[in-house]
């Protein structure tokens, strides 16, 4: 079984400030991992995905991932965030076998000025 | 190039009434899946399909039915709407190889009442 835990289902962080979502899977074979975003009546967009490739995964928009399969983790970061950076993130996790993916719940990031 | 076209974008509807929800892609891809996106519940999976012709459940298939007669199209319908079932839903596909990330469209907005 597959499954996927974001840390806060809501981030606030100011303009120019670290940005740091947290995702943890479960697989029980080696993962593929996504980070998607989502703006306000949208779809879900992919920012970056991990396949066994490197571990450190650069995405869209400045963001990248580093995956840790020593802690099972997936955590998405960018160094400056920018207004436009405000969505909704959702991990989600996929392995060889599965023709499916599981999603997180998902973190909202808020960016103040 | 359109992608994932979900059609209609907006539908309210009685209780007991039914309906079809309508997805295209235009990549050619052999997956296709239904979504439900619900308040701090993420997306959850209804029912998916690996190629023309076949459907699978996911994780909420109850009151939902789909079909998968072409394989550009894969058709989500409510035989009897109830009220659980407002939700905003989306479609999405994708290539048959593990680890491909998942297209989406841009969710149609159901309300019953």
């Known amino acids: 079984a597959q499954s996927v835990t974001q840390l806060g289902s809501h981030v606030s962080v100011s303009e120019g400030a670290l940005v740091l979502l947290r995702c943890n899977y479960s697989s029980s074979v080696p993962p593929y991992l996504f980070w998607y975003v989502q703006y306000p009546n949208q779809g879900l967009q992919l920012l970056l995905k991990y396949t066994s490739a490197a571990t450190l995964v650069k995405g869209i928009n400045g963001f990248e991932a580093e995956f840790k399969k020593s802690e099972t983790s997936f955590h998405l970061t960018k160094p400056s965030a920018h207004m436009s950076d405000a969505a909704e993130y959702f991990c989600a996790v996929t392995s060889s076998g599965y023709s499916t993916l599981t999603f997180g719940k998902g973190t909202m990031l808020l960016v103040s000025p | 190039n359109a992608g994932v076209t979900q059609t209609p974008k907006f539908r309210v509807l009685k209780t007991g009434q039914s309906m079809t929800l309508l997805c295209a892609q235009d990549?050619?891809?052999?997956?296709m899946y239904w979504y439900r996106q619900d308040p701090g519940m993420g997306l959850r999976l209804i029912h998916y399909s690996v190629g023309e012709g076949t459907t699978a459940k996911g994780e909420v298939p109850d009151g939902y039915n789909v079909s998968r007669l072409k394989k550009q199209n894969f058709l989500l319908g409510l035989e009897s709407a109830a009220p659980s079932q407002t939700s905003v839903y989306f479609c999405a596909s994708s290539r048959t190889q593990t680890g491909q990330p998942q297209h989406f469209g841009d969710g149609t907005r159901l309300s019953i009442l």
């Open positions: 990549m050619n891809h052999e997956y």
